[in-house]
């Protein structure tokens, strides 16, 4: 069964930092990219980072690049998201998918059921 499960979402003032985790299984993990993707209400689904799994590749949306960092730690089968210096626009509910390495939400094959990022001005 391919679960993904996000978390450390939260409410943060503009300039803070939070870090979301996303855990996958074995398997969905050690086959696929990982990707995190955002959705604000009213608007569609955005890219944010993807990473590679055996490389650990990253890449980045120009509007978090410098701000935001992907990682994965193969052991335990996470991938986190480090956001910094988080701006009012980034609040969305961030989801994290698990798929071919791509930018295209419409190429990944799992979801997770997303965490809410609020940033207050």
């Known amino acids: 069964q391919v679960q993904l499960v996000e978390s450390g979402g939260g409410l943060v003032q503009a300039g803070g930092s939070l870090r979301l985790s996303c855990a996958a299984s074995?398997?969905?993990?050690?086959?696929?990219?990982m990707g995190w993707f955002r959705q604000a209400p009213g608007k569609e689904r955005e890219f944010v980072a993807r990473?590679?799994?055996?490389?650990?590749?990253?890449y980045y949306a120009a509007t978090v690049k410098g701000r935001f960092t992907i990682s994965r730690d193969n052991a335990k089968n996470l991938v986190y998201l480090q956001m910094n210096s988080l701006k009012p626009e980034d609040t969305a509910v961030y989801y994290c998918?698990?798929?071919?390495?791509?930018?295209?939400?419409?190429?990944?094959?799992?979801w997770g059921q997303g965490t809410q990022v609020t940033v207050s001005s």
């Open positions: 990473i590679s799994w055996i490389a650990h590749t990253t």
């Open positions: 998918a698990a798929g071919p390495y791509s930018s295209n939400y419409q190429e990944y094959t799992y």
């Open positions: 074995e398997r969905t993990f050690r086959t696929y990219a």
